[in-house]
C-alpha cells in the first residue's frame, strides 16, 4: 500500500518560498514525481527527478523552470520541492507520485506515468 503524505503546503505572498515533503522509503531507486491540480484544471506535472543517486536527473514543466527545484535526499528518505518566487498562479493541490513501472519513453510529466499518489497539500500564494 502506498504511503505518499505530503508536507510543508500553506500560504504566501506572492515573491515568497515553500518547501513541499514526501517520504521516500519504498521510492529510493524510482523516478518520483510532484503534480498540482488547481480548481477548474486537470493535474499537471511540475517536476519529476530520477530513481538514480543524487542529483538524479530531473525535469520541470516550463512555468516553474528557475524557480522550483524537485531533490531527494536518501538518507532522510524525503523527497522536496523548494519553491521560490512564488506567483498567485502556482496556488493548486500538490500532489506527490511514485512510480514502479512504465516505459523508458514515458512522458515523465504525465499523472499516466505514475502509480502511487499522496492526498495532496494545499499551496495558496496571494498577490
Known amino acids: 500500500q502506498a504511503q505518499?503524505?505530503?508536507s510543508g503546503g500553506g500560504s504566501a505572498q506572492a515573491g515568497g518560498s515553500l518547501r513541499l515533503s514526501c517520504p521516500t522509503s519504498?521510492?529510493?531507486d524510482r523516478r518520483m514525481a510532484w503534480f498540482r491540480q488547481a480548481p477548474g484544471k486537470e493535474r499537471e506535472g511540475v517536476a519529476s527527478i530520477s530513481g538514480y543517486?543524487?542529483?538524479?536527473?530531473?525535469?520541470?514543466v516550463d512555468s516553474v523552470k528557475g524557480r522550483f527545484t524537485i531533490s531527494k535526499d536518501n538518507a532522510k528518505?524525503?523527497?522536496y520541492l523548494q519553491m521560490n518566487s512564488l506567483k498567485p498562479e502556482d496556488s493548486?493541490?500538490?500532489?506527490?507520485a511514485g512510480r514502479f513501472i512504465g516505459?523508458?519513453?514515458d512522458d515523465y510529466l504525465s499523472?499516466?506515468?505514475?502509480?502511487d499518489w499522496g492526498q495532496g497539500t494545499?499551496?495558496?500564494?496571494?498577490?
Do not use: N
Not at 111 to 115: D, K, N, R, T
Open 111 to 115: 499523472p499516466y506515468a505514475y502509480q
Open 122 to 127: 494545499q499551496v495558496t500564494v496571494s498577490s
Open 26 to 28: 519504498r521510492y529510493r
Open 77 to 79: 528518505d524525503t523527497l
Open 103 to 105: 516505459r523508458d519513453d
Open 4 to 6: 505518499l503524505v505530503e
Open 92 to 96: 493548486a493541490i500538490y500532489y506527490c
Open 53 to 60: 543517486t543524487s542529483p538524479g536527473t530531473s525535469t520541470y
